[in-house]
């Protein structure tokens, strides 16, 4: 189960990562980096509550 957790937030971190990618291709880099924190953020937070 805890594969399964890992698997789909690694998939909504890639995807959230790529907006911030395309942001910053557009110039728009406060927005670019805000993705990037809300990435990270959604990488790290969720380890401390399964493991």
Not at 1 to 12: E, G, K, R, S
Not at 24 to 41: D, H, I, P, R
Request: no cysteine; proline share 2%.
């Amino acid at each position: 189960m805890n594969t399964a957790i890992i698997i789909v937030l690694l998939i909504i971190a890639l995807y959230t990562f790529g907006f911030g990618m395309t942001l910053w291709k557009e110039k728009q880099k406060m927005g670019a980096v805000a993705v990037f924190f809300l990435t990270l953020s959604l990488i790290v937070l969720p380890f401390f509550s399964i493991f």
